[in-house]
């Protein structure tokens, strides 16, 4: 492994790190990236010779790793790498500037019709909280929540939600308590179910209450048909219940009899086979159980009759021929079929 020689100009007696660099550009670095940083430029403030073997042996570290430190702060604009042989290379620190670099964009799913989101720095957001006993409540709610001390980039995200995507911080303290109590506590779900709120709408407290009473109620129950309760409903499970509780408008005792219809017919969960049950009994006006027992046993006379004339004629005395034979098998696959076929115009799984 190549031998770094690190280089800072001038000496000092003492220790001395840019507020700069710690407000500005330590909280957002890889943390081993900014031990290495501070370790060597203390050990060369004091006139020690440093190589990456040390640093990687200190933090217990591969010597690539520590390599890898030097690239990220050279790119920030801290160091720069000089090359004085083929087996060895100069580090030498720049002095961060007093201004906040500019601010990294992070890739995220963007809310419709809003813009790129972008960080805040630690005064803004130390700043912000002085400012507001709401965004202080929200800080000190999340913390109780999380049941840890909030980092930067925790407060960062939070206050984004409600900067970037102009969420109510009722609406956020409602969102967090019912991510935790689902046992969802990672930042970036949160995020997520934030960005589908605004999407959707809800930007009220009486808006995430009714969300979150029909994911406690009504999406647990239909879980709980297709045998799922331990866990919470993906995504498209989810758009799914919202489509028949919503847009079809369907009663819950009615979605639960297709989970229980699907099951009996598969034996295991399937939504979109219950999907195509829910939306025929919508296209017949289906509102109540007793509906549903209405069209079986429409179907079932329809099937009589059927099976009445398709079954044969009594012989003649002079015939010489059999009569067709009745597959009774199909007739009572027909219901079935139907559905299948619902299922299978929609598109594979």
């Known amino acids: 492994m190549a031998r770094l020689q690190l280089i800072k100009n001038g000496g000092s007696a003492a220790t001395l790190i840019s507020n700069s660099f710690i ?8 943390p081993t990236f900014a031990m290495i940083y501070i370790l060597a430029y203390k050990r060369l403030s004091n006139g020690a010779h440093v190589e990456t073997k040390d640093l990687a042996e200190t933090f217990r570290l591969l010597e690539s790793d520590v390599i890898n430190a030097w690239n990220y702060w050279e790119r920030e604009g801290l160091v720069t ?19 906040e670099p500019e601010k990294e964009k992070k890739e995220t799913r963007k809310p419709n019709g809003f813009s790129e989101k972008t960080d805040y720095s630690v005064q803004e957001l130390e700043y912000y909280q002085s400012q507001s006993d709401e965004i202080k409540n929200l800080f000190s709610h999340a913390e109780q929540a999380f049941g840890r001390t909030l980092k930067y980039t925790d407060l960062n995200l939070l206050y984004g939600l409600h900067d ?7 609406v956020i303290l409602k969102l967090i308590t019912h991510c935790c109590e689902s046992g969802k506590k990672s930042m970036n779900y949160i995020e997520t179910v934030a960005v589908n709120w605004r999407d959707e709408g809800i930007e009220t407290e009486a808006a995430a209450d009714e969300f979150i009473n029909a994911f406690n109620k009504d999406y647990r129950s239909i879980l709980r048909a297709f045998g799922q309760q331990s866990r919470n409903p993906a995504p498209k499970e989810t758009e799914f219940m919202k489509r028949w509780l ?30 195509a049950i829910v939306a025929k009994w919508s296209e017949n006006g289906v509102k109540n159980l007793g509906d549903i027992n209405k069209l079986e046993e429409d179907f079932t006379q329809i099937k009589t009759a059927k099976t009445r004339r398709a079954a044969p004629k009594k012989k003649e005395r002079f015939a010489n021929f059999e009569g067709r034979p009745i597959d009774f098998n199909e007739l009572e696959k027909m219901e079935r079929d139907h559905i299948n076929d619902m299922v299978a115009a929609s598109g594979s799984e």
Request: glycine share 4%; hydrophobic share 40%; charged share 25%.
């Open 81 to 99: 790498i000089t090359a004085t042989d083929p087996d060895s290379m100069g580090i030498t620190f720049i002095e961060p500037p007093q201004k």
């Open 23 to 30: 407000e500005n550009y330590m909280p957002k670095a890889n």
């Open 164 to 170: 970037w995507l102009k969420l109510p911080v009722p």
């Open 246 to 275: 919503g847009e079809l408008n369907m009663p819950l005792e009615i979605i639960l009899e297709a989970c229980d219809k699907t099951m009996m017919a598969l034996g295991k969960p399937n939504f979109k086979y219950a999907d």
